[in-house]
C-alpha cells in the first residue's frame, strides 16, 4: 500500500507556532477590543470616572459668592447638578439638614454626624463603585458656621440605560479584557492542538483493535506531518509487512498440503501395485513366468518411491531460508564455466552440444551460489531432458551493476500454449511429448520460486532453437551492503 509521502513537521515546532500564533492573536483582538471600549467613552456613550468630580470647583465658587445667603446657593446648586450621579446637602452648624438634592440619606448617616470636624473632608466608599462624600465649610466673615455635603459617584456610568450595567467595570475591563482573550486564545488552540494529536491517535488505537481482533484488511492514513504521523507510517509499514509475512505462511502452508495431497496421491499407487503383487506370491499360485513379471513390476514401483522420496528431499532443500540468505562474492564466469563442465558431461550420452556465452560485467558479485545452483542444474535437468540426441542448448549470462539476466534454450519439444501457462505450477507435467514419467513437475516450480524470493522474474517462451526458452532476471543489489 502507498501512503501519503508528507513533509516532516516536529510536535515540538507546531508547538512553538501555536504559541506564537495565540500572542499574536490575542494582541491583536485585545488591541481591537479595548480600542473599542475607548471608542465609547470618545462618543460619550460612556462617561468618565472623574465626571462627575468636574461639579467641585464650581460648587466652591459658589460658595464664596453666594455662602452669605443659604437659600440662594440652594437654587444656584440645583440649576447645576446633573440628573444624576451627583447629590448635596447644606446644613447648619449644628448639622441640621437646611436644604438637600438628591441625598441618600443611609450614606449621610453612615459617614458624617453631628460631631464632625469643621475643616474641609473627603472620603472615598467602596473601590469597585467609589462613592466621594466631600465636606465643604462655609466661612463667614472667617468663622466656620455652616456647610455643604457634596456626594458623587467616582466610577464611570453611562448616558444609555443598556450599557449602565457594565460602566462601572470599564476601568477594569481595560485590565481583564487582554488576560480574558488570552485565555479564550489558549482554551481554543489547546483543543485544536489535541484534535490535531488526538485523530492519528485513534486511528493507531483502532489499528491496533483490528490486529488483536485478527484482522489486516485496514489502511492507517493520516495527514499528520509531526512524530505521531511518522508512528503512524511506521505502524502502517508493520502492518503491511505483517499481512505480507502472514498470507506468505499461508500460501506456504497451502503448497505443503498441496504437497502432500499430491505426493500422498503418487504414492498410492505405487504401494498398491507392490502390495497386490506381494499378495500373490504369499498366496502361491503365481507361475514362474508371473512371477519374473510380478517382480519386475515390483522393482519399477520401488524406483518410483525411490523418486517421490527423492522429490521430498529436493522440495524440503529449497524451502530452507539458509539457500537464499547465504551469500558470497563470486566470480559468475569462473562459477558458470565450472558447472559447465559437469553438464558437459551429462550432454555426452545424447552428443547434445552445449554453447555457452557470457556478457557483461567481469567483477565478483554478491549472490546467495546454492540458490542459483538449484536453478540452473533444474534448467539444465529439463533441457537435457527434452533435447533430442544431438541438439543443442545455449546458455547466455549478461551481468551488469543492477541484475543478472539468465536465458536457457534448447532445441527440444519447446512449450505448448497450455506450458507456457502452466508449466511453473507444481505437479504439473505437461503433454505426454515431454513427459517420459521420471519427474514429477517440481523443476520449473522450484526455480520460480526461488527466483521470487530473490526479488526477481521469469519468463517462459518459444526458443529460436525450436525449443524451450527460459529467460530470468534477477536484481543483485544489496542494500546492506551499501
Given at each position: 500500500?502507498?501512503?501519503?509521502?508528507?513533509?516532516?513537521?516536529?510536535?515540538?515546532?507546531?508547538?512553538?507556532?501555536?504559541?506564537?500564533?495565540?500572542?499574536?492573536?490575542?494582541?491583536?483582538?485585545?488591541?481591537?477590543?479595548?480600542?473599542?471600549?475607548?471608542?465609547?467613552?470618545?462618543?460619550?456613550?460612556?462617561?468618565?470616572?472623574?465626571?462627575?468630580?468636574?461639579?467641585?470647583?464650581t460648587v466652591r465658587n459658589y460658595i464664596t459668592e453666594y455662602g452669605a445667603d443659604l437659600a440662594k446657593l440652594h437654587?444656584?446648586?440645583?440649576?447645576?447638578?446633573?440628573?444624576?450621579?451627583?447629590?448635596?446637602?447644606?446644613?447648619?452648624?449644628?448639622?441640621?439638614?437646611?436644604?438637600?438634592?438628591?441625598?441618600?440619606?443611609?450614606?449621610?448617616?453612615?459617614?458624617?454626624?453631628?460631631?464632625?470636624?469643621?475643616?474641609?473632608?473627603?472620603?472615598?466608599?467602596?473601590?469597585?463603585?467609589?462613592?466621594?462624600?466631600?465636606?465643604?465649610?462655609?466661612?463667614?466673615?472667617?468663622?466656620?458656621?455652616?456647610?455643604?455635603?457634596?456626594?458623587?459617584?467616582?466610577?464611570?456610568?453611562?448616558?444609555?440605560?443598556?450599557?449602565?450595567?457594565?460602566?462601572?467595570?470599564?476601568?477594569?475591563?481595560?485590565?481583564?479584557?487582554?488576560?480574558?482573550?488570552?485565555?479564550?486564545?489558549?482554551?481554543?488552540?489547546?483543543?485544536?492542538?489535541?484534535?490535531?494529536?488526538?485523530?492519528?491517535?485513534?486511528?493507531?488505537?483502532?489499528?491496533?483493535?483490528?490486529?488483536?481482533?485478527?484482522?489486516?484488511?485496514?489502511?492507517?492514513?493520516?495527514?499528520?506531518?509531526?512524530?505521531?504521523?511518522?508512528?503512524?507510517?511506521?505502524?502502517?509499514?508493520?502492518?503491511?509487512?505483517?499481512?505480507?509475512?502472514?498470507?506468505?505462511?499461508?500460501?506456504?502452508?497451502?503448497?505443503?498440503?498441496?504437497?502432500?495431497?499430491?505426493?500422498?496421491?503418487?504414492?498410492?499407487?505405487p504401494l498398491t501395485v507392490i502390495k497386490g503383487h506381494t499378495e500373490l506370491m504369499l498366496e502361491d499360485i503365481l507361475?514362474?513366468?508371473?512371477?519374473?513379471?510380478?517382480?519386475?513390476?515390483?522393482?519399477?514401483?520401488?524406483?518410483?518411491?525411490?523418486?517421490?522420496?527423492?522429490?521430498?528431499?529436493?522440495?524440503?532443500?529449497?524451502?530452507?531460508?539458509?539457500?537464499?540468505?547465504?551469500?558470497?562474492?563470486?566470480?559468475?564466469?569462473?562459477?558458470?564455466?565450472?558447472?559447465?563442465?559437469?553438464?558437459?558431461?551429462?550432454?555426452?550420452?545424447?552428443?547434445?552440444?552445449?554453447e555457452f556465452r557470457i556478457e557483461g560485467k567481469k567483477d565478483p558479485v554478491y549472490l546467495g551460489s546454492e540458490a542459483?545452483?538449484?536453478?540452473?542444474?533444474?534448467?539444465?535437468?529439463?533441457?537435457?531432458?527434452?533435447?533430442?540426441?544431438?541438439?543443442?542448448?545455449?546458455?547466455?549470462?549478461?551481468?551488469?551493476?543492477?541484475?543478472?539476466?539468465?536465458?536457457?534454450?534448447?532445441?527440444?519439444?519447446?512449450?505448448?500454449?497450455?506450458?507456457?501457462?502452466?508449466?511453473?505450477?507444481?505437479?504439473?507435467?505437461?503433454?505426454?511429448?515431454?513427459?517420459?514419467?521420471?519427474?514429477?513437475?517440481?523443476?520449473?516450480?522450484?526455480?520460480?520460486?526461488?527466483?521470487?524470493?530473490?526479488?526477481?522474474?521469469?519468463?517462459?517462451?518459444?526458443?529460436?532453437?525450436?525449443?524451450?526458452?527460459?529467460?530470468?532476471?534477477?536484481?543483485?543489489?544489496?542494500?546492506?551492503?551499501?
Open positions: 500500500m502507498a501512503l501519503k509521502k508528507i513533509s516532516y513537521k516536529s510536535i515540538k515546532n507546531r508547538f512553538i507556532s501555536y504559541m506564537i500564533q495565540i500572542l499574536i492573536v490575542s494582541f491583536m483582538v485585545s488591541v481591537i477590543l479595548i480600542n473599542g471600549v475607548l471608542q465609547l467613552v470618545m462618543v460619550g456613550w460612556i462617561l468618565p470616572a472623574d465626571y462627575y468630580e468636574e461639579v467641585v470647583p437654587g444656584e446648586l440645583a440649576q447645576i447638578m446633573p440628573e444624576e450621579g451627583v447629590s448635596y446637602k447644606i446644613i447648619n452648624q449644628t448639622g441640621k439638614a437646611l436644604y438637600e438634592y438628591g441625598v441618600d440619606e443611609k450614606v449621610i448617616k453612615k459617614w458624617w454626624d453631628k460631631s464632625i470636624d469643621k475643616t474641609e473632608q473627603k472620603i472615598i466608599i467602596g473601590w469597585i463603585k467609589p462613592y466621594v462624600l466631600q465636606y465643604l465649610p462655609i466661612n463667614k466673615e472667617g468663622a466656620c458656621c455652616d456647610a455643604v455635603i457634596l456626594g458623587y459617584r467616582l466610577y464611570n456610568t453611562s448616558t444609555l440605560p443598556i450599557l449602565k450595567v457594565i460602566a462601572p467595570y470599564f476601568n477594569l475591563s481595560i485590565i481583564v479584557i487582554p488576560f480574558g482573550v488570552l485565555a479564550i486564545t489558549l482554551i481554543l488552540y489547546a483543543r485544536r492542538f489535541l484534535k490535531v494529536i488526538k485523530q492519528p491517535l485513534n486511528i493507531l488505537q483502532n489499528g491496533i483493535k483490528n490486529i488483536e481482533e485478527n484482522n489486516l484488511e485496514f489502511k492507517i492514513e493520516t495527514d499528520n506531518q509531526d512524530e505521531i504521523g511518522q508512528l503512524c507510517l511506521s505502524f502502517e509499514k508493520m502492518r503491511v509487512n505483517l499481512k505480507e509475512s502472514l498470507e506468505g505462511n499461508w500460501k506456504k502452508e497451502e503448497e505443503r498440503r498441496s504437497i502432500i495431497n499430491g505426493l500422498t496421491h503418487d504414492l498410492r499407487t507361475t514362474e513366468e508371473q512371477m519374473k513379471d510380478s517382480t519386475v513390476s515390483i522393482q519399477k514401483n520401488v524406483e518410483r518411491l525411490t523418486r517421490l522420496v527423492q522429490a521430498l528431499n529436493e522440495i524440503n532443500k529449497w524451502q530452507q531460508t539458509e539457500l537464499l540468505d547465504k551469500k558470497q562474492m563470486v566470480n559468475m564466469e569462473e562459477w558458470l564455466e565450472e558447472r559447465l563442465k559437469d553438464y558437459k558431461i551429462l550432454a555426452q550420452p545424447k552428443h547434445i552440444n552445449i542459483w545452483n538449484q536453478i540452473l542444474d533444474n534448467l539444465m535437468s529439463n533441457s537435457l531432458r527434452f533435447t533430442p540426441q544431438g541438439g543443442k542448448i545455449l546458455i547466455q549470462v549478461v551481468v551488469d551493476d543492477e541484475n543478472i539476466k539468465l536465458k536457457v534454450e534448447d532445441s527440444g519439444c519447446g512449450f505448448t500454449n497450455e506450458d507456457l501457462k502452466q508449466a511453473v505450477v507444481m505437479f504439473y507435467q505437461g503433454d505426454k511429448s515431454r513427459n517420459s514419467g521420471k519427474h514429477y513437475g517440481i523443476g520449473l516450480y522450484v526455480v520460480d520460486y526461488l527466483v521470487k524470493k530473490m526479488n526477481g522474474s521469469m519468463n517462459l517462451y518459444r526458443a529460436s532453437l525450436g525449443g524451450a526458452g527460459i529467460y530470468i532476471v534477477i536484481n543483485i543489489r544489496d542494500k546492506s551492503r551499501n
